[in-house]
């Protein structure tokens, strides 16, 4: 592996670590604080807030300074950012520390995506799929070992642990990244978000294909066990059959990507997400919702990252621009949907809304054809 590409995947591999130490922090915080669920839920929200507000600005400060600096700076930051977590002693300075926390984590999201980017088009050769897997495997391995730590060492020991070792990572990484030159035809322009509707679509597309995977992390398993009565032990099955799916499929990816060019293999991959989610909607027990789940798994795995890769090679925008675009209207449906999801579920249950979310994925299939912009020659 080229050393760019295995810097770009360690980072991406930190990133999905630090996310994936976090969530079994969650109880410890509330706990810490003595906070209630409503409250715990707003610290959350605050943590989104801080991704979508520094998405767009680094993507602007990406197209000005090149992908490599923003990608240094982004990620030493990062690193002590769970510790910080930690050590906040009331719900002030956890609202503060949260707000930088989502931050950080989403300004090297667009940074690490852009520097992926600017290493496809020296390679020639897809990568973004295998990152994306990098982030997922991060995300396991942050779960895995967090709970283990936390039980037998405490909070404190867990997040200099996580520290430590992403600080490890970020040194690996240093020297080995892409430098990426700034797109001199924006340096001295003034930052703005762009005018072309291009980036736009591509953003929406994001969205459109976020929103399904929000849906089954944070959906799937209360589906399963109040609407389908399954177990609690069976119910786990629907985020672990999606999640494994799905990596396995990143790591795939690239591959199929560069075999068969991005638009096929979007399309074919909507095609699966589509069908794997309305299976899951309309299963008449949680064996078939599993199975669904898991060919929509293996739909949704690529969609993004050729959707993110598009963003970043529109031609005459800068590679930043068009990355923190997608990732900000991406993100934005992945962090603020199942909320809204939560309240017409409701009113109508879960069956209903997993049917009727495909039709989003319909949606990104009819505007597949813009994912030609991720491909090094262009093709319909």
Partial sequence: MPPPRLAVSLLFLMNGFIVGSWAPKIPELKERLAISE???GLLILVFGVGSLILMPVTGA????????SLVRITSVIACPMLLMMTLVPNLGLACIAMFFFGGFVGAMDV?????????????????????????????VLGAATGGVLLAHFGALVHAVFVTIACAA????????????APHSDVTHEKL???????????????????????LVLDWGA???????????????????????????????????RDRFGAVRTLRVSAVFALIGLTLAGLAPNAGFAVAGFALAGLGIANIVPIIFSAGGNIPGLAPGIGV????????????????????????????????????????????????????FSPQE
Avoid: Q
């Avoid at 400060?61 to 490599?68: D, H, V």
């Avoid at 990572?169 to 990426?180: E, G, I, R, T």
């Avoid at 209360?222 to 099955?237: C, K, P, Q, T």
């Fill in 38 to 40: 409503f409250t715990l």
């Fill in 192 to 214: 703005r978000l762009p005018l072309n509707p291009l980036p736009w679509i591509i953003g929406m597309m994001a969205l459109f294909s976020m929103i399904p995977e929000g």
């Fill in 324 to 375: 923190s675009v997608a990732t900000f209207m991406g993100y934005s449906g992945l962090l603020f949907a199942p909320s809204t999801i939560g309240f017409v579920a409701e009113h109508t249950g879960l069956a209903v809304v997993f049917s009727a979310v495909p039709v989003l994925l319909l949606i990104v299939l009819v505007l597949s054809h813009h994912a030609r912009h991720a491909d």
């Fill in 111 to 139: 940074a690490m995506n852009s520097n992926s980017v600017a290493v496809e088009k020296s390679m020639r050769r897809a990568i973004m799929s295998s990152c994306h897997g990098f982030w997922s495997l991060g995300g």
């Fill in 61 to 68: 400060f990406i197209s000005r300074y090149g992908s490599r």
């Fill in 169 to 180: 990572m970020v040194a690996l990484a240093w020297n080995k990244l892409f430098a990426d």
């Fill in 222 to 256: 209360l589906y399963l066990r109040n609407e389908l009565g399954a177990s609690v032990a069976v119910s786990s099955f629907a985020f672990a059959a999606f999640s494994a799916t799905m990596a396995i499929m990143r790591f795939a990816g690239d591959l199929v």
